[in-house]
């Protein structure tokens, strides 16, 4: 029997144990970043150049199609903005 947490991980972590995660989490971190506008295309994107998982912020989530990527939250919410 799979835990949940097994399960989860199985999302991002191939069968050799080798992931590729994308991190897309820079917006609320550092600020809107010049050239990063569409996040459904750069996900996409990312999606079709074959990466396993992407790093997101909850808003991101709740918008965008993970393409079948595991999703990776970051619940954070410091900035330097402040």
Same mark, same amino acid.
């Given at each position: *029997?799979? =835990?949940?947490?097994? %399960? %989860? &991980? %199985? ?7 080798? =992931?590729?995660?994308?991190? *897309? @989490? ?9 050239? &990063?506008?569409? *996040?459904?295309?750069?996900? @996409?994107?990312?999606?079709?150049? #074959? !990466?396993? !998982? ?6 991101? !989530?709740?918008?965008? @199609? ?8 970051? &619940?954070? #919410? !410091?900035? %330097?903005?402040?």
């Amino acid at each position: *029997m799979q =835990t949940g947490k097994t %399960r %989860r &991980l %199985r999302r991002i972590f191939q069968k050799d144990g080798k =992931t590729v995660i994308i991190p *897309m @989490d820079h917006g609320v971190s550092v600020g809107p970043i010049e050239g &990063l506008t569409d *996040m459904e295309t750069t996900i @996409d994107n990312i999606a079709k150049g #074959g !990466a396993d !998982a992407v790093l997101v912020h909850a808003g991101i !989530a709740k918008t965008v @199609d993970n393409q079948g990527m595991g999703l990776i939250l970051h &619940l954070s #919410g !410091a900035t %330097r903005l402040t």
